[in-house]
């Protein structure tokens, strides 16, 4: 199974500030075609996941652009500009390359 | 507006069954694969199985093969998960999330239902 390990697992941020997250693959996520199946999703307290990033740095539909994401085949990074008091929650990656899919452990974001 | 809404959910006895649905609505359901993602208290995203758009293709993680049956019936816009000789560690909110067709992630999600097993 391909391991997605994240870090750090709590980051405390300013208002205003930036933070970025990392999540690195055990396994090159890059498909036969051509797409990088590394995907970023938010959970906020009491609520459902909700998809952030698809296919490693496209925004999904309503995501603001503050948040943006980039990497390689197993290094990616989850960057949060200007951090406001509705980004709070958990950030997990996850793939779609193969079975099973698999998520990171996640990273919960607080602010300061 | 796309909408999962998942229910069944409940205590059961460990070595009992209980089977999930997921009513969809806003969108075809027939051209979208489905999945099952679990999450235990005060844990992460686990998950669970997918199923392909017209039921024929389905996967699922080791731990529940053999115990666990995704499937679907698009004429109801509704899936399923059969949760058979459920165990302690089964424990969490079932939450169902539609397989994305231009983004390929899990673009939607239902609310969750809770599944406690306990005797």
């Known amino acids: 199974d391909i391991v997605l390990t994240q870090a750090p697992l709590s980051v405390s941020v300013t208002p205003g500030e930036s933070a970025s997250i990392s999540c690195r693959s055990s396994k090159s996520l890059l498909s036969s075609k051509g797409i990088t199946s590394l995907y970023w999703y938010l959970q906020r307290p009491g609520k459902s996941p909700q998809l952030l990033i698809y296919?490693?740095?496209n925004l999904a539909s309503g995501v603001p652009d503050r948040f943006s994401s980039s990497g390689s085949e197993t290094d990616f990074t989850l960057k949060i500009s200007k951090v406001e008091t509705e980004d709070v929650g958990v950030y997990y990656c996850?793939?779609?390359?193969?079975?099973?899919?698999?998520f990171g452990a996640g990273t919960k974001l607080e602010l300061k | 507006e796309v909408q999962l809404v998942e229910s069944g959910g409940g205590l059961v006895q460990p070595g009992r069954s209980l089977k999930l649905s997921c009513a969809a609505s806003?969108?075809?359901?027939?051209?979208?694969?489905m999945a099952w993602v679990c999450q235990a208290p005060t844990k992460g995203l686990e998950w669970v199985a997918s199923i392909s758009t017209g039921g024929g293709n389905t996967y699922y993680r080791d731990s529940v093969k053999g115990r666990f049956t995704i499937s679907r019936d698009n004429a109801k816009n509704t899936l399923y998960l059969q949760m058979d000789s459920l165990r302690s560690e089964d424990t969490a909110t079932y939450y169902c999330?539609?397989?994305?067709?231009?983004?390929?992630?899990?673009?939607?999600w239902g609310q969750g239902v809770m599944v406690t097993v306990s005797s």
């Open positions: 996850g793939h779609r390359l193969e079975y099973p899919n698999t």
């Open positions: 296919q490693m740095s």
């Open positions: 999330a539609r397989g994305g067709r231009g983004t390929g992630g899990h673009d939607y």
């Open positions: 806003g969108f075809t359901f027939s051209n979208y694969g």
